[in-house]
T-cell receptor, first 112, second 113 residues
Framework: QKEVEQNSGPLSVPEGAIASLNCTYSDRGSQSFFWYRQYSGKSPELIMSIYSNGDKEDGRFTAQLNKASQYVSLLIRDSQPSDSATYLCAVGSNFGNEKLTFGTGTRLTIIP | KAGVTQTPRYLIKTRGQQVTLSCSPISGHRSVSWYQQTPGQGLQFLFEYFSETQRNKGNFPGRFSGRQFSNSRSEMNVSTLELGDSALYLC????????????FGPGTRLTVT
């Protein structure tokens, strides 16, 4: 079982709709959770961080965390063509080897 | 504030050679982490340096090494290059060590022939 799992996609969403990206993780000791956006040929860009159960909103982005289910998601409202990118989920554990573990990413395409 | 910078941006090397990549973190950030990104494996953690000390290391062979200087700039070195080392090498800086927000540089694209 991979430590951090994401559906590779591609996920196609019409412009203006809500895009929902999901991520599950295996380490129950995980304490920090991040979403990065990576455009083709570019480096990852941090867009959201979440540390506590519940929702965290920032503009059109909402991160949701459920530690009991070991699940974190990212919602993008009013999707725009510029949101087309690969979205990486990263999970951090503070027990033992403190590092971020990345999922392989979900490729999102917004259809005009 | 200036972002993370990495040099060189592109590099072509031959098998058996060695290479040194450089990373300058965001001003005030003392933690630098290095990652290897390939299409097949995704982002893989190499190591993290904080205050000139290696804090964590990923599952890479000893050919991969790094260091950090007193101004927080970091270098990573790969010796005896193999074809499989072709990848995008990314460094990320953070104000704190551990599993906190990390900000990536543009990366160095290494091609080994």
């Amino acid at each position: 079982q991979k430590e951090v799992e994401q559906n590779s996609g591609p996920l196609s969403v019409p412009e203006g709709a809500i895009a929902s990206l999901n991520c599950t993780y295996s380490d129950r000791g995980s304490q920090s959770f991040f979403w990065y956006r990576q455009y083709s040929g570019k480096s990852p860009e941090l867009i959201m961080s979440i540390y506590s159960n519940g929702d965290k909103e920032d503009g059109r982005f909402t991160a949701q965390l459920n530690k009991a289910s070991q699940y974190v998601s990212l919602l993008i409202r009013d999707s725009q063509p510029s949101d087309s990118a690969t979205y990486l989920c990263a999970v951090g554990s503070n027990f033992g080897n403190e590092k971020l573990t990345f999922g392989t990413g979900t490729r999102l395409t917004i259809i005009p | 504030k200036a972002g993370v910078t990495q040099t060189p941006r592109y590099l072509i090397k031959t098998r058996g050679q060695q290479v040194t990549l450089s990373c300058s973190p965001i001003s005030g950030h003392r933690s630098v982490s290095w990652y290897q990104q390939t299409p097949g494996q995704g982002l893989q953690f190499l190591f993290e340096y904080f205050s000139e000390t290696q804090r964590n290391k990923g599952n890479f062979p000893g050919r991969f090494s790094g260091r950090q200087f007193s101004n927080s700039r970091s270098e990573m070195n790969v010796s005896t290059l193999e074809l499989g080392d072709s990848a995008l090498y990314l460094c990320a800086s953070s104000p704190r060590t551990g599993t906190y927000e990390q900000y990536f540089g543009p990366g160095t694209r290494l091609t080994v022939t």
